[in-house]
């Protein structure tokens, strides 16, 4: 409800600009057309004025006043064969060519007058509607958080009711535990995903990069994950090279590694596959995260790693999340020197996330 005022608040916006426009348009065009119909009314006026100059001519000239005395009074005359006094052509070019000037002057003018106009209103409709799309997306993570909060929280009420009302029996209570810490780390995910958005904003606690094995972060956040892909029956499968040892922040990789896990698991199709290969070329480790899940347009590609941005689609509640995972891969890949991008055939067809690193050292075969 209130992004659907504010977005109606921001078309209100939209379209009062380009009311502004249309007028300040009109403005231009009248401003034009008036100073036409001037410039001609003044050459009408002039060419009448050397009209009567010529006849005042050929009247003196007729009561023997000489050519030489009034030549010089009525410079723009002259006279012809058959002694008749007329306006020279050149003083009428000369009118012409005055009225081209200012008209091509006005046009100019008003030219980039209407060219700044019209930037001016493109930069402003664009921040509107970027002001728009973000507030969007930020009301549309204030739901997201209040409906990833209320689900853990509502599920950690219930197992601790349970084990408060009753005393279940070792195998109950066990799981019962196991669900409370899943429900736990989830939280926690969330909160740090949070966290980390800000302090990378700001800069704030950025580490400076060194070797990470990458092997060995995989294998960590696999096994962190891998609750998570057993309870939707996703096999997580892997083919990292023990050699590859890559320039970056430990924490970083290991925060880019379990969002694109987390975000594969969560996309794969139920007893789907999540898998995750990565090879070295030209300096660089590539490592791709792909998985059989639903996948995504192209049109979407280019914004999933915006900042509180979500894919709207058939299953937007399965996927859920804050719109803050890709976004924090961007960042922390951009911090070691890295590059992120994702791929999808179409919606239902699965995706690949490919993250590029620079290597430590050539690796060893």
């Known amino acids: 409800m209130r992004v659907a005022r504010r977005l109606k608040f921001t078309r209100s916006r939209q379209v009062g600009f380009l009311i502004l426009l249309a007028v300040c ?24 004025a050397y009209r009567v100059d010529a006849e005042a001519a050929q009247v003196m000239l007729g009561e023997g006043s000489r050519w030489s005395t009034l030549s010089a009074t009525y410079p723009d005359l002259m006279i012809g ?7 020279k052509p ?15 002057r006005y046009v100019w003018e008003g030219g980039f007058f209407l060219t700044v106009l019209l930037g001016a209103m493109a930069v402003v409709y664009r921040a509107l509607r970027d002001e728009a799309a973000l507030r969007a997306r ?3 993570f204030l739901d997201a958080v209040s409906h990833e909060l209320k689900s853990p929280l509502a599920s950690l009420r219930l197992s601790a009711e349970t084990l408060a009302l009753r005393d279940p029996p070792p195998e109950r209570r066990a799981e019962l535990i196991q669900r409370m810490l899943a429900d736990l780390r989830r939280l926690e995910r969330m ?23 990458v092997a060995e972060a ?10 998570q892909a057993n309870e939707a029956s996703v096999a997580i499968a892997t083919d990292i090279p023990e050699s590859l040892v890559i320039v970056a922040d430990d924490e970083r990789v290991r925060t880019v590694l379990r969002n694109l896990l987390h975000n594969a698991v ?12 990565a090879v070295a070329a030209d300096g660089r480790m590539r490592l791709e995260v792909r998985d059989d899940g639903i996948g995504f347009s192209s049109e979407a590609a280019s914004q999933l790693f915006t900042k509180f941005y979500r894919i709207e689609g058939n299953e937007p509640a ?31 067809q699965g995706a690949a996330f490919i993250v590029t690193w620079p290597l430590a050292a050539a690796p060893t075969i």
């Open 266 to 277: 969560r996309a794969a199709s139920r007893g789907g596959h999540v898998a995750l290969h």
């Open 191 to 213: 909160d740090s995903n949070v966290l980390d958005a800000t302090r990378l904003e700001t800069g704030d606690g950025v580490e400076a990069a060194g070797a990470v094995p």
């Open 318 to 348: 399965r996927m859920g999340g804050t719109g803050l995972g890709l976004y924090l891969v961007r960042k922390c890949v951009e911090l070691d020197a890295g590059t992120v991008v994702a791929a999808s055939p179409g919606p239902g």
């Open 218 to 227: 995989v294998a960590d956040v696999v096994a962190e994950v891998l609750e």
């Open 138 to 140: 930020q009301e549309h």
């Open 25 to 48: 348009i009109a403005q231009l065009a009248y401003w034009l057309a008036d100073e036409a119909a001037y410039t001609a009314a003044t050459r009408t006026q002039l060419r009448a």
């Open 81 to 87: 064969a058959d002694s008749i006094v007329s306006v």
């Open 90 to 104: 050149s003083a009428l070019a000369a009118l012409d060519a005055q009225r081209f000037h200012r008209l091509n």
